[in-house]
Structures are given as C-alpha cells and as structure tokens.
C-alpha cells in the first residue's frame, strides 16, 4: 500500500510538472511568436515592442506597419524596449516612424544591439528621443512652439549626454555582430562613450515626422557610414554633429534647416563633391547661419549658398579647407574672423559685407 501511495503521489508531481511546463510555454514564451512582438502598455495605452522573431524571407522591416498588421490599426508605438532586436541576424533593413500624437516615442538603449545584417535604418531622431538640444542650453527649435504636454514631456525627457548619440540605440554592450566606435558627446576630453554599430551598417536616413534637430555631437565619430538622408521637420544641425566621420560621401541639409552649428562638418575628409552626389542644400533653403568651424578642414572643393538666405559665416567656418570655389548668397552681411583663412587653392569673389580680420588669408586670390 505504502508503495502504490508513493508511486502515485510520483505520478501526480510528474503530471503536475508537464501541465506546469506546458502552460508556461503557451502564455508567456515569447520566442514561440513569429514577428513583431509587443505589449500595451496600461498606464500610456501605447504599445511597447519588446521582441522580434525571424520571419521567413522578410530582410525589411518597417515597425509600425508590422505591429498595425499584428495588434490592429488603431494601435501606436510608443516604446521599443531595450534588446528588442538583440541578436537579429535577417533583418538589413529597420524602418522607424513616431506616431505618437505629441512626438514622444522612445527608444531604449540598446534596442537595436547585435545585428550583424543590418545594413539601413530610418529614424525619426537620434538617440533616445526627438527632444535633443542643437547646441549647450540651446534648443533649435522654438518651444513656444510646443503645446503643454510636449513642453513637460521635454522637460522631464530632454536627451542629455550619451542619450543624445546615435549609438546610444546600439548600446554599450561588446558583440561580434558590431564594431566599437568611440562617440564623442560632448567638448570635455572626458565625455565619450563606446557604442557597438553593426558591422554593415552603412545608409541612415533621418525621416523626421515631427520638428527636431540633428544633436550635438549626434553621429560624431562615426565610422563605415556613408551616406545619410534628412528630411524637413529638422530645424539646426548641431554642434559637431558630423564631425570626423571618416566615410561620409553622401548628406543633403533640408530647406527647414535654420543654422549649421560650431563645428558640424568638421573633418568629413571624403566628403568631396558639392551637388547632388555629395553635399547640397535641398531647394527653398531656409539657412541664415554657418557658425564657427562649421566646415573646418574639409575636402569640399566648392560651395554655392547662393540658393539659401545666409546672412552670417562665423569665424574659421571654411580655414583649411580644400576649396577652389565659393559662391555667396545675396543675403550675406558678415564673414567672420579666419573664415576661409589657409583655404590654399581658394579664388574667390569678396562680397560687400562686414568682413573679420584675416577672414581671407592665405588664399590663392581673388576675382
């Protein structure tokens, strides 16, 4: 008796243990759904996607169409969840709109990390949010702008430091599927973090569906990236915001584009060509301001702001550059202290305006 009772209490405990697996298994394994995965999110009604499994011959993947597909149309991304994507090896390609009625979508670092595949991503900003400051203590964009729950939003979720990087979506964590790119964030020696950019990655476009502006330091220092694509809705490039990336070929600045802060460009050696397969203005350009550096030490060998409204080109703005030509705007009232100063091959028409001290030094000549 003693014996049938132990063996049965064994059987309940094994019975028990297979229905225990078997449900679990069934509620909460999210590696068994194909796709996208999300969650509501209770409290903010939007969803949060916090997982996503290979599906068969799909290299491309635009969020929100895939999580309307799954969760129905009247759902909104709130949130992608830090490791969402982590170890993806299909997917070449992420597309990322902000479909949130005030523009607070938010990434998590290190939602993106360790995709070894991908080769193009679309955003809607850099970093962790569209709310990045253009330069120290100074936004860009007109918060008046703003109504009260995207000012409080921005309030509490300014970008700051790291968050405000483009590698901050790849996060810090080492893997094979990346390579380690220094970010600089920052003008203290200190201030600099490593990100680990997937190795393929090469094309970035900043699709933005709301007003924002490139970061300060946004993509400062990195690597292998040869073009990016930017659309309107973006109001000032930020301070160094490409500075030293050692591949750009390929960047347009759009027509809503206000200032071209300190240092934006500085040191892009292959960006050479001014035009359409290089560097240009998007038509109806509404520039008014090249701050200081902006295009220090570049390989452009002509510039034409002919087409934009620039009043101001602040000091060193070309120095050392590789430039032949230059082309100003009617607008232009100043040029600022060394602006093209040691622009050695430079033959250039001075326009009457405001003009700083030794801002043509060491050109070849004048017309």
Do not use: H
Request: proline fraction near 1%.
């Amino acid at each position: 008796m003693k014996k049938f009772v132990k063996l049965l209490i064994i059987s309940i405990m094994i019975l028990a243990s297979v229905l225990s697996f078997a449900a679990c298994g069934g509620n909460s394994d999210k590696d068994s759904e194909t796709g996208i995965v999300c969650k509501k999110d209770a409290e903010n009604g939007f969803y949060t996607v916090i997982d996503y499994n290979a599906e068969e011959n799909v290299t491309s993947l635009d969020i929100s169409v895939a999580a309307k597909a799954k969760y129905g149309d009247e759902i909104v991304v709130g949130r992608i969840r830090k490791g969402a994507f982590d170890g993806n090896t299909t997917l070449e390609e992420i597309i990322v709109t902000d479909e949130t009625a005030n523009g607070t979508l938010t990434i998590d670092e290190g939602a993106f990390k360790n995709m070894r595949e991908l080769k193009k991503i679309t955003l809607p900003f850099v970093g962790a949010n569209r709310f990045s400051e253009a330069d120290y203590n100074d936004y860009g964009i007109d918060l008046d702008d703003l109504n009260e729950q995207e000012k409080e939003f921005y309030k509490k979720n300014k970008t700051t430091d790291k968050e405000r990087s483009f590698g901050y979506i790849f996060g810090e964590e080492e893997n094979a599927a990346s390579s380690k790119i220094t970010f600089t964030y920052g003008d203290k020696s200190d201030m600099t973090a490593d990100f680990y950019i997937p190795v393929a990655l090469t094309e970035i476009t900043i699709e933005a569906d709301k007003e924002i502006n490139i970061p300060m330091y946004a993509f400062c220092g990195l690597t292998r990236v040869e073009t990016i694509t930017l659309s309107d809705n973006i109001k000032a490039i930020g301070r160094a915001a490409f500075k030293n990336m050692d591949k750009l070929t390929k960047v347009n600045i759009p027509s809503s584009v206000k200032a071209i802060y300190d240092n934006a460009f500085e040191g892009t050696a292959k960006l050479k060509v001014f035009g359409e397969n290089g560097f240009k203005f998007d038509d109806g350009s509404l520039l008014t301001e090249i701050r200081d550096g902006a295009f220090k030490n570049t390989r452009l060998t002509s510039f034409d702001i002919s087409g934009t409204q620039v009043k101001t080109i602040g000091d060193s703005a070309f120095y050392g550059s590789a430039l032949t030509s230059f082309t100003f705007s009617m607008a232009i009232e100043k040029v600022g202290a060394y602006a093209f100063a040691s622009s050695k091959d430079l033959i250039v028409s001075i326009p009457a305006c405001e003009i700083g001290v030794n801002a043509f030094e060491d050109i070849k000549g004048t017309i």
